[in-house]
């Protein structure tokens, strides 16, 4: 009787660190998979102004404004159609809701202030649309269009997600007579 023998061409060292690379290379293949639906990116840039946002973890509480300015929470519910709210100080802010699902927004300031920063929220985080002098804004914006929430909604993650709430940190406007 003959009895086929492998032979041994591959040290155990060898083996052992083939096993240990295809085991870390399913666990990576396995969590890029598992975690790519779930992650949200902060979309394209607004209309008028072209301002890419940039999207940041939501810390919760009230709204967080840098020195010198005005915060205003604007909160859902969110339906298409138009929508002032006053302005601590003076003035207004006029949001336009659009389309059936309420995911984008305009805004215009009447008044002396202009926005510095806009905040929007939806899904977990939110995205943060900055308007000052190192992005092209020294005195920030008094209008801007297509305002969103972060994408990642949807089966696909294709979607905004839902406004959740609004904020906007206003400061004194070069452009309607605040300074």
């Known amino acids: 009787m003959r009895v086929a023998t492998r032979s041994r061409t591959q040290s155990q060292r060898a083996r052992w660190g083939a096993r240990f690379l295809g085991a870390g290379l399913t ?6 998979v598992d ?12 209309g008028d102004a072209g301002v890419q946002p940039v999207e940041v973890p939501f810390p919760g509480g009230d709204p967080v404004c840098p020195r010198g300015s005005t915060a205003l929470r604007i909160n859902e519910p969110f ?19 659009h389309g059936a699902d309420n995911q984008t927004f ?29 992005h092209g804004f020294p005195g920030g914006v008094a209008a801007d269009t297509a305002l969103h ?17 609004i904020d906007f940190c206003f400061i004194p406007s070069p452009y309607n007579g605040g300074m």
Do not use: C, M, W
Not at 35 to 46: E, I, N
Not at 112 to 120: E, L
């Open 149 to 165: 929430a972060p994408l990642g909604a949807g089966p696909d993650g294709s979607k905004f997600f839902g406004l959740s709430h």
């Open 79 to 97: 339906q298409e159609g138009t929508r002032v709210a006053n302005i601590p100080g003076d003035g207004t802010v006029t949001l336009t809701i």
């Open 106 to 134: 305009d805004f215009s300031i009447t008044g002396a202030s202009a926005a510095r920063q806009v905040f929007v929220k939806g899904g977990p985080n939110q995205d943060l649309y900055n308007y000052d002098a190192a």
């Open 27 to 32: 666990a990576v293949v396995a969590l890029g």
């Open 35 to 46: 975690a790519s639906p779930a992650l949200a990116l902060p979309g394209p840039p607004s």
